[in-house]
């Protein structure tokens, strides 16, 4: 695995133990983080307070599908599952593009998708 596959990879076991020390060691200090549509925040100060939510219990977990690199990005392709403090629980499907600099994540665009849950025959395809 390259080495900016293996600092994505370090920067997905920090979210998943909310471990902020682990994801800040895998970003620039210039990083930039873009979820369209929802926020954009700069620096590794910004990016600290947006590791954990207080509408969430616990560390999410997070599964990657596949992971591809080619000229200094690497894409991130996935689910998120995580438990909401009211008792509800989100699931979201995601794809993480990453510019890295250095070995580093630069910047970081998240596109994201809420989903239902399935189970049973609703999973199935016809």
Same mark, same amino acid.
């Given at each position: 695995?390259?080495?900016?596959?293996?600092?994505?990879?370090r920067?997905?076991?920090?979210?998943r133990?909310?471990?902020?020390?682990?994801v800040?060691?895998?970003?620039?200090?210039?990083?930039?983080?873009?979820?369209?549509g929802?926020?954009?925040?700069?620096g590794?100060?910004?990016?600290?307070?947006?590791?954990?939510?207080?509408?969430?219990?616990?560390?999410?977990?997070?599964?990657?599908?596949?992971?591809?690199?080619?000229?200094?990005?690497?894409?991130?392709?996935?689910?998120?599952?995580?438990?909401?403090?009211?008792?509800?629980?989100?699931?979201?499907?995601?794809?993480?593009?990453?510019?890295?600099?250095?070995?580093?994540?630069?910047? !970081?665009?998240?596109? !994201?998708?809420?989903?239902?849950?399935?189970?049973?025959?609703?999973?199935?395809?016809?």
């Open positions: 695995m390259s080495a900016n596959k293996d600092t994505i990879e920067y997905m076991e920090g979210f133990r909310s471990d902020h020390a682990m800040l060691s895998c970003l620039t200090d210039d990083v930039e983080w873009l979820i369209p929802m926020f954009q925040v700069f590794k100060a910004a990016f600290d307070r947006e590791i954990e939510n207080e509408a969430f219990v616990g560390g999410p977990t997070i599964t990657v599908s596949r992971l591809v690199e080619e000229g200094g990005v690497v894409v991130a392709e996935g689910a998120v599952t995580a438990r909401k403090r009211d008792g509800g629980q989100l699931n979201l499907v995601f794809c993480d593009v990453f510019t890295m600099r250095q070995g580093k994540v630069r910047s !970081l665009v998240s596109y !994201l998708m809420a989903i239902k849950p399935t189970t049973g025959a609703e999973g199935a395809h016809k």
